[in-house]
T-cell receptor, first 115, second 113 residues
């Protein structure tokens, strides 16, 4: 069964450094998403992406964050200058195009630890 | 801001019995609801969904019920199996949105042999 893959599984970074989280969505999917889950808290929406542009973003997704689809398969989340509070699990998800009510399928996440 | 609430942090059920997980929501604009299952160190796995135009959707052992007037949905698992032990998340999306799932905090289900 096709799945969303994320790399790395765990990223440790010094505060203030840039970090790029990578995702390969399911191949026939055209909607892409990033969510995060801080330890002990809910899964929170960050951003959705379609047709090479951001469709929607949350208040969390400020100027420190950016997303990109650099080629036909990868979808990346960049945090420019990491803060301690960016430590969380980051989940990538994707869904099909063409049907309004299609479920999002999630990857296994990247655990980001900011020191 | 808790638009989606799962008030039971945990639930324990005997193998073979029914598991009922509950979810309440406050935003009347939600028109698509989903249940995800999550094992430790894995991402949420989609289980079942329901559109707001329906009140029931069934898939094998899993049934989701939606009561729009009460702003309540539930997931029934019959019969429960030990492999169903996981954290279950309720999620909802706003009409017109392709994304922006709003998640509940989750309910940890333990199915005992």
């Amino acid at each position: 069964e096709p799945e969303v893959t994320q790399t790395p599984s765990h990223q440790v970074t010094q505060m203030g450094q840039e970090v790029i989280l990578r995702c390969v969505p399911i191949s026939n999917h055209l909607y892409f998403y990033w969510y995060r889950q801080i330890l002990g808290q809910k899964v929170e929406f960050l951003v959705s992406f379609y047709n090479n542009e951001i469709s929607e973003k949350s208040e969390i997704f400020d100027d420190q964050f950016s997303v990109e689809r650099p080629d036909g398969s990868n979808f990346t989340l960049k945090i420019r200058s990491t803060k301690l509070e960016d430590s969380a699990m980051y989940f990538c998800a994707s869904s099909e195009y063409g049907y309004r009510n299609q479920p999002q399928h999630f990857g296994d996440g990247t655990r980001l630890s900011i020191l | 801001d808790q638009q989606v609430k799962q008030n039971s942090p945990s639930l324990s059920v005997q193998e073979g019995r029914i598991s009922i997980l509950n979810c309440d929501y406050t935003n009347s604009m939600f028109d698509y609801f989903l249940w995800y299952k999550k094992y430790p160190a894995e991402g949420p796995t989609f289980l079942i969904s329901i559109s707001s135009i329906k009140d029931k959707n069934e898939d094998g052992r899993f049934t989701v019920f939606l009561n729009k007037s009460a702003k309540h949905l539930s997931l029934h698992i019959v019969p429960s199996q030990p492999g169903d032990s996981a954290v279950y998340f309720c999620a909802a999306s706003v009409g017109g949105s392709q994304g922006n799932l709003i998640f509940g905090k989750g309910t940890k289900l333990s199915v005992k042999p």
